[in-house]
């Protein structure tokens, strides 16, 4: 029996949305090829890569990753060679076709290790941005797929021919629901009919401030909090019980992070380009909390394109709000949205990759 043709696919720990796995599986219902997903905690041990640990919690995270590479050598001989070697047996193992990367590390460490171990397989990086980084990519052959023609431009800037950069989107995927879907997934959650909010929320967003303004509107709006974070879940709660509030929701089960945002009406986010993404998908307006430098940068490409709303200070989320239910306002932000991601769907990006 012959064998079908492998892709391989990198990720790492800061990997959005289980993008991986969802690009395995549309690949595998094709039909014409085998996929092998590889993470962090197989091409470097936990221990080994503390360091990427400590930075996954910063807010320049990508970035501070990436620059690494200008650190001459800071991560040191033996244990970057172990993790150059890992990926390399890899890929000699499996004899994919092209390995794919879906994060900055796992992009990072891929070029490093074709570079020093001299692999000739084809690499591919799925580029998680809306506005190019201030790393340059031009030193490793690599195909882009990235998420718009600005970025591609950029790109080329650098001197990447522009065949190897194709403007596809990027392939975060959720069912959209018709209205009356909604409404009956609002009443399954135990939501009231008003407007619901879905606060995606992290640790260093000044989060309580901002639960706590929320909270002071009342019954005028619903509040979806979703956290990872057991800790952070436990202290909200017990905010919430303080202000004796009934329309409130903490959730921190990953498996119900799309279903609470499908059923809210507004998405307020720190910078993710995965949930911004799906809001777009949904149709859901976005107000999105500062966070970082080039977070920042990417938020005000999307307010120059009319898609979000920036909130600098968490005291600006509330009035951005009342502005959002204004009549008109939020349909205005919803239409840029699902024009914005129209074309982009994981399966186009299957496509093609099969098709190398």
């Known amino acids: ?87 390399a047996n890899a890929v000699k193992r499996y004899r994919p076709e092209l390995v794919l990367a879906v994060t900055p590390y796992s992009y990072y460490v891929l070029t ?33 797929i990235v998420e718009n023609q ?22 975060y995927e959720i069912d959209r629901k018709t209205p009356i879907e909604v409404s009956a997934l609002k009443q399954e959650l135990g939501l009231p009919k008003t407007l619901s909010i879905f606060l995606n929320a992290g640790k260093k967003d000044g989060v309580h401030e901002l639960f706590r303004l929320l909270l002071d509107q009342g019954n005028v709006i619903n509040t979806v909090v979703y956290t990872g974070d057991n800790k952070l879940g436990a202290e909200l709660r017990s905010v919430a019980d303080s202000y004796h509030a009934n329309n409130v929701v903490v959730s921190q089960k990953p498996e119900q ?23 777009f998908k949904l149709g859901k307006p976005v107000i999105v909390l500062s966070t970082g430098e080039h977070a920042n940068r990417e938020i005000e490409y999307l307010v120059h394109h009319g ?17 959002l239910i204004e009549t008109g306002v939020a349909a205005t932000y919803v239409r840029a949205g699902e ?6 769907d994981i399966e186009n990006i299957t496509n093609y990759l099969v098709s190398i």
């Open 1 to 87: 029996m012959q064998r079908k043709p492998i892709i391989l696919i990198l990720t790492s720990r800061d990997e959005k949305a289980n993008i991986s796995e969802q690009l395995a599986q549309s690949i595998r219902k094709v039909g014409t090829h085998n996929v092998v997903v590889i993470g962090d905690d197989k091409y470097g041990s936990a221990q080994k890569i503390t360091k990427l640990d400590r930075l996954l919690h910063l807010r320049e995270e990508y970035q501070q990753v990436l620059a690494e590479k200008a650190k001459k050598k800071q991560a040191g001989g033996k244990r970057r060679k172990g993790i150059h070697n890992r990926i």
């Open 112 to 144: 490093e290790a074709k570079k020093k171990t001299g692999f000739s397989t084809s690499i591919f990086y799925i580029m998680p941005y809306f506005v190019l980084d201030k790393q340059t990519y031009d030193e490793v052959d690599t195909t882009f």
């Open 150 to 171: 600005d970025v591609k431009s950029a790109l080329v800037q650098q001197g990447v021919p522009s065949k190897r950069v194709l403007t596809m989107g990027l392939p």
């Open 257 to 279: 992070f799309d279903e609470y945002m499908t059923a809210c009406d507004v998405v307020v986010t720190r910078h993710d380009i995965a949930t911004i993404y799906k809001a």
């Open 307 to 323: 898609l979000v709303m920036h909130a600098r200070e968490n005291i600006e989320i509330v009035g951005l709000m009342y502005r």
């Open 339 to 344: 024009k914005w991601v129209e074309d982009s």
